[in-house]
Antibody
Framework: EVQLVESGGGLIQPGGSLRLSCAVS????????MSWVRQAPGKGLEWVSV???????YYADSVKGRFTISRDNSKNTLYLQMNSLTAEDTAVYYC???????????????WGQGTLVTVSS | DIVMTQSPATLSVSPGQRATLSCRAS??????LAWYQQKPGQAPRLLIY???TRATGIPARFSGSGYGTEFTLTISSLQSEDFAVYYC?????????FGQGTKVEIK
């Protein structure tokens, strides 16, 4: 059974840093496009970042320059390094595998259960 | 960036009735459109991709249609487990974007 398990969330002060992890089983992270999607409390879904199988990365403007997506192939794990956090970053963060339709990539076919990040003093 | 707009914000439907949800893209996204269902405290679940292809294990009562900028998700006969929030999402290019969601509630 495919599983994505996030960890690393918690309470952090504004300006702080946090690293989220997403451990994956039953498929290889490095062979897939992988993404982070977040959801602020009571709000909708917001795409955060993507890493291609070849290593190319993209970020939402709201996190560009502050967040870094990466992976550890030996651990089959996806990461999100978050720096300079603000209250607006408070959300449940989901990791997700990206599916493809023809030559178009970008929908999310498998999701983790999410990890809550709360930025507050 | 492409903006996704869903309507209505809330849809009140009786069990067994049909529900029709709309999604509009600010620019042409061709068939690069997905639909998700989310229940409280749970991760989103992929229902439809490519505007009309059901994901693995999704019941046939869920169907998607549309192309370009106008899309529809239809639930033919609402079951109790279908009351949830539904999101559309384009994946035509980065940044991908979600609509704000439609809550389907029991009438």
């Amino acid at each position: 059974e495919v599983q994505l398990v996030e960890s690393g969330g918690g309470l952090i002060q504004p300006g702080g840093s946090l690293r989220l992890s997403c451990a994956v089983s039953e498929f290889t992270v490095s062979s897939n496009y992988m993404s982070w999607v977040r959801q602020a409390p009571g709000k909708g879904l917001e795409w955060v970042s993507v890493i291609y199988s070849g290593g190319t990365t993209y970020y939402a403007d709201s996190v560009k320059g502050r967040f870094t997506i990466s992976r550890d192939n030996s651990k089959n794990t996806l990461y999100l390094q978050m720096n300079s956090l603000t209250a607006e970053d408070t959300a449940v963060y989901y990791c997700a595998r990206i599916g493809h339709h023809g030559n178009s990539y970008g929908y999310f076919d498998y999701w983790g259960q999410g990890t809550l990040v709360t930025v507050s003093s | 960036d492409i903006v996704m707009t869903q309507s209505p914000a809330t849809l009140s439907v009786s069990p067994g009735q049909r529900a029709t949800l709309s999604c509009r893209a600010s620019h042409n996204v061709y068939s690069n459109l997905a639909w998700y269902q989310q229940k409280p405290g749970q991760a989103p679940r992929l229902l439809i991709y490519g505007a009309s292809t059901r994901a693995t294990g999704i019941p046939a009562r869920f169907s998607g249609s549309g192309y370009g900028t106008e899309f529809t998700l239809t639930i033919s006969s609402l079951q109790s487990e279908d009351f949830a929030v539904y999101y559309c999402q384009h994946f035509n290019n980065w940044p991908v974007a979600f609509g704000q969601g439609t809550k389907v509630e029991i009438k």
